[in-house]
T-cell receptor, first 113, second 116 residues
Framework: GDSVTQMEGPVTLSEEAFLTINCTYT??????LFWYVQYPGEGLQLLLK?????DKGSNKGFEATYRKETTSFHLEKGSVQVSDSAVYFC????????????FGKGTTLSVSS | KAGVTQTPRYLIKTRGQQVTLSCSPI?????VSWYQQTPGQGLQFLFE???????NKGNFPGRFSGRQFSNSRSEMNVSTLELGDSALYLC???????????????FGQGTRLTVV
């Protein structure tokens, strides 16, 4: 079945460092891909998305490109801030009615000043 | 525009009891999905309702059930609680289900259930 694998955390960085969180997926068909972020004590918020191959999603300085050839959707940010500390989830949608979002296990990011 | 509202935010229950959690989706959203989040298993899909019909169900025992009302509000029920049911239960609403076509799922803050 469809699945998402993302790098294990925690990831600990200093402010202004470069961030990469790896995400790969397995899916039949043509899924949509998402990154969600969860701040402490909160639900998940959509960070960015891409719906077809070579699409680049971007938001708040974060970017991810849908790579069908490598089945990847890695999250990157050029300069992280303390306020980026959160748990990041990669997810896919099989794009079929009645199907659920499939999430990776989540990666905890901790940024120190 | 009001977000997804889950009540209560926190619950403490005893093993063997049952519990009902509530979710009010964003106005106009007909799809409501429920997820269980635990440190060990991450986010696991429970079930999804669309226009009062359950359209998909995850791999959970029959103790977990849900329903959706005509106003799209949804409830989930867990009977005969076990210690392992302690988790954050998240509800997500969307216009159509499952993120199809890149549609966004909006999550509530969750209900933290502790079973003692």
């Amino acid at each position: 079945g469809d699945s998402v694998t993302q790098m294990e955390g925690p990831v600990t960085l200093s402010e202004e460092a470069f961030l990469t969180i790896n995400c790969t997926y397995t899916a039949t068909g043509y899924p949509s891909l998402f990154w969600y972020v969860q701040y402490p004590g909160e639900g998940l918020q959509l960070l960015l998305k891409a719906t077809k191959a070579d699409d680049k999603g971007s938001n708040k300085g974060f970017e991810a490109t849908y790579r069908k050839e490598t089945t990847s959707f890695h999250l990157e940010k050029g300069s992280v801030q303390v306020s980026d500390s959160a748990v990041y989830f990669c997810a896919l949608s099989p794009n079929q009615a009645g199907t659920a979002l499939i999430f990776g296990k989540g990666t905890t990011l901790s940024v120190s000043s | 525009k009001a977000g997804v509202t889950q009540t209560p935010r926190y619950l403490i229950k005893t093993r063997g009891q049952q519990v009902t959690l509530s979710c009010s989706p964003i106005s106009g959203h007909r799809s409501v999905s429920w997820y269980q989040q635990t440190p060990g298993q991450g986010l696991q899909f429970l079930f999804e309702y669309f226009s009062e019909t359950q359209r998909n169900k995850g791999n959970f025992p029959g103790r977990f059930s849900g329903r959706q009302f005509s106003n799209s509000r949804s409830e989930m029920n867990v009977s005969t609680l076990e210690l392992g049911d302690s988790a954050l239960y998240l509800c997500a609403s969307s216009i159509i289900s499952g993120g199809a076509g890149g549609t966004e799922a909006f999550f509530g803050q969750g209900t933290r259930l502790t079973v003692v």
